[in-house]
């Protein structure tokens, strides 16, 4: 039973049906208008209580405004204005944002 369910996930990672669909950050950009009132236009926050959403990773965006629409994280803004959208539009903001230069940078390998 282990091998067959091993091996039905295998083929459906081969085929595509398991791994996530990149967005597309151009349709991202086009709708981010409502996020730039609090995000800015660069995605680094109008003010120091908006979060910096530029450059973060595309999969950590995508989750959080999925669990922002589904109730499962809580903010009375974010539930509002994540509440319409599609999962289409999710991973379309999340391209945009996460292909924006962040203030954060990672430690290069040595």
């Known amino acids: 039973m282990k091998r067959l369910v091993l091996i039905t996930a295998l083929g459906l990672a081969a085929t595509g049906a398991l791994t996530a669909q990149a967005g597309d950050a151009e349709a991202g950009k086009e709708k981010s208008l409502t996020c730039q009132a609090c995000h800015g236009p660069d995605g680094k926050g109008t003010l120091p209580m908006y979060p910096v959403i530029a450059g973060q990773y595309e999969d950590y965006l995508a989750h959080s ?39 954060l940078q990672t430690l290069p390998d040595r």
């Open 65 to 103: 405004l999925r669990a922002y629409r589904d109730g499962k994280r809580t903010n009375a803004i974010m539930a509002g204005l994540a509440a319409p959208l599609s999962d289409e539009d999710i991973e379309d903001l999340a391209a945009y944002y996460a292909s924006l230069p962040g203030p």
